[in-house]
């Protein structure tokens, strides 16, 4: 099961979600287990069925009036009676003044205590955005990725099949490298997205000349820091025995992380520009998407002709009887 | 060189699927493969130049194999259409 420690993901979004630590820092141990979230209003109330505890749980002003409604000891006892759940953590937003048990409850309880302040609303759906990313489904791939008029081309194959040539074409070219060689892939709502596993920056091997800093060589237009993945494009080397797709009515598709995408099985020989072929696949997955399918289109037109041509072929031979 | 004339007698004619069976068959051969329709003459192994036939229900064709093979392409060829590509 994935986990983030209170601790890093504070360190790391205390920015972006403008959090500050009300509890000691010894509390921040503890692990986020869960990508959703909770407002522990009704437990607050004394309703605990259903209490979804391993959940960050979510205080707003809601909460906060409601505890302030309270006698001093009812407060305490409500409190404490939902901080004896195993809470991984809990955020307080708009940067609201809190009860002054809940602080020493949760203290005691070891239960790490973030202000934000961010409103509810606001903080909810990015803490969501957040935590969705940090627990998607995610693994890393042999491969490029790379940014062709919009459409994420993810480049597999074999080592040595000319990936990073190939890369660099497209980039020299005019189109974005997002990364050579290994891609990290996370799956989010049925859509895949690739980045760099890489946090030093753009930079590729080439084979015969080294490593090489794209970003540097080419321009900031030259990268992208994460793509989603439209197509899989798999070079291969060039096989007579080998089905290679000649019309293009039947898409093959690739599963990754349980979303499936189309697939191209690409043959490659000395001599052919891959770069340009690729620029065509991206171009033709665009036109798809606006409802143009060029094989459809053309077969389509082609069976129209035969079936024209078959009937005053019958008409002519029955006219000529 | 061998040449042989067939007759397309599945009813949908030349279309998509049976272009792409023929130009796959083909392909597996070293000989060169031509098709004849009318005045019209393309290269066996190209998808494109064998769906350009156009070539409907009823209409003759002749099959033309030149190399070390021929024999086998053009029996494999010519079964395509006497097995109507698998259709009607």
């Known amino acids: ?321 | 060189m061998i040449r042989k004339t067939i007759v397309i007698v599945n009813k949908l004619g030349m279309h998509a699927r049976p272009a792409t069976l023929i130009v796959k068959a083909a392909s597996k051969y070293r000989s060169d493969f031509r098709i004849i329709k009318e005045d019209m003459e393309i290269n066996g192994k190209s998808i494109m130049g064998v769906m350009t036939l156009a070539a409907e229900y009823g209409s003759e064709l002749e099959l033309v194999a030149d190399g070390v093979d021929e024999e086998f392409l053009i029996k494999e060829i010519a079964e395509l259409f006497v097995s109507k590509f698998g259709e009607e």
Not at chain 1, 250 to 279: H, M, R, T, W
Request: with cysteine; glycine share 8%.
């Open chain 1, 1 to 321: 099961m994935k986990k983030i420690s209170v601790e890093e993901f504070y360190r790391t979004k205390k920015k972006d979600f403008s959090l500050s630590v009300i509890t000691n820092p010894k509390t921040l141990e503890k692990d986020i287990t869960s990508q959703y979230l909770n407002r522990p209003g009704l437990a607050f109330a004394g309703y605990f069925e259903r209490f979804a505890y391993k959940r960050i749980q979510i205080l707003g002003e809601t909460e906060i009036s409601y505890l302030q409604s309270l006698k001093e000891e009812d407060q305490y006892n409500s409190i404490k009676e939902v901080l004896v759940y195993d809470i991984p953590c809990i955020i307080v937003t708009k940067g609201l003044s809190l009860p002054q048990q809940m602080e020493f409850l949760a203290n005691e309880m070891t239960i790490p205590l973030l202000s934000s302040r961010l409103t509810t609303d606001k903080l909810y759906h990015s803490l969501r955005k957040y935590l969705g990313e940090v627990f998607s489904p995610s693994k890393t791939i042999h491969g490029s990725l790379l940014d062709v008029f919009g459409v994420g081309i993810l480049l597999t194959g074999k080592s040595g099949i000319g990936k990073s040539e190939c890369a660099l074409d497209l980039v020299e070219r005019g189109r974005c490298l997002v990364t050579d060689d290994v891609v990290k892939i996370f799956a989010q709502e049925d859509v895949l997205f690739g980045t760099s596993t890489n946090e030093y920056g753009h930079f590729m091997e080439v084979r015969g000349v080294g490593l090489i800093d794209v970003e540097k060589m080419f321009g900031i237009q030259a990268v992208r820091k994460q793509k989603r993945i439209d197509v899989q494009i798999e070079l291969m080397p060039w096989k007579d025995t080998m089905d290679y797709e000649r019309i293009g009515l039947g898409d093959n598709f690739v599963d990754i992380l349980g979303v499936k995408i189309p697939i191209i099985y690409l043959p490659v020989s000395p001599g052919k520009n891959v770069a340009v072929v690729i620029e065509v696949v991206a171009m033709n997955h665009i036109l798809k998407l606006y409802g143009y399918d060029a094989a459809k289109v053309y077969t389509q037109k082609l069976q129209k002709d035969l079936q024209k041509k078959a009937k005053l072929r019958h008409a002519s031979i029955e006219g000529g009887e």
